[in-house]
């Protein structure tokens, strides 16, 4: 059976627990872009070897200003909050042009977590501002865009660590050696979901 390609933004929130866990982990680094470019290489690689994964998992840090901290939770409706092309009489989240929806959504994989809608931009949040999801992260949409584009199977799961406000930077730091156990024990019942 094919592995899943685990996908993570940093090694922070992993701490490498997943790799202890025997996942190997593709670490895009922050935001859209990086998390888009990076995981098109590695599917295109997988693909020339002959190796392309069963599902892409996201793995990842987020807050929230309704679900609480110390919550894992699962993400399977994606959309961007930062994309606002008003200007030119596009409704705010849709991509001009792009034949995807402005809101991307997969079947439930971990069905035993809450299955909730994850905001993506490029920003940390820290101050109040419109959120159009029930989390908000930095890179959760691209990756689902990407697995679209190259229909490969896709799967969310982010621990909230923080509430998305002016002490998320502080929250964030303090949980991440919570959040990279906890993605750890989900990536280890993995099997049990597939």
Not at 51 to 56: D, L, Q
Request: glycine share 8%.
């Amino acid at each position: 059976m094919l592995k899943p390609l685990i996908v993570m933004a940093l090694p922070q929130e992993s701490r490498g627990q997943l790799e202890g866990a025997g996942a190997a982990v593709l670490y895009t680094g922050v935001g859209k872009v990086n998390a888009a470019a990076s995981l098109a290489r590695r599917l295109a690689e997988l693909r020339c070897s002959g190796m392309a994964p069963a599902r892409v998992v996201n793995l990842g840090t987020a807050g929230s200003r309704s679900v609480p901290a110390h919550t894992l939770v699962a993400c399977n409706r994606f959309s961007q909050r930062d994309m606002d092309v008003s200007g030119l009489g596009f409704v705010r989240g849709v991509t001009p042009f792009d034949p995807a929806p402005a809101v991307l959504e997969f079947p439930p994989v971990f069905t035993h977590l809450p299955q909730l809608a994850c905001s993506t931009a490029d920003s940390f949040a820290t101050h109040l501002h419109e959120i159009d999801g029930d989390v908000v992260d930095m890179e959760a949409f691209a990756l689902a865009r990407v697995c679209v584009s190259e229909r490969v199977p896709f799967a969310c799961a982010k621990y909230v660590t923080d509430g998305a406000d002016s002490d998320s930077a502080t929250h964030w730091e303090a949980a991440l050696e919570v959040a990279a156990r906890s993605f750890a024990a989900l990536y280890a019942s993995l099997g049990e979901t597939e």
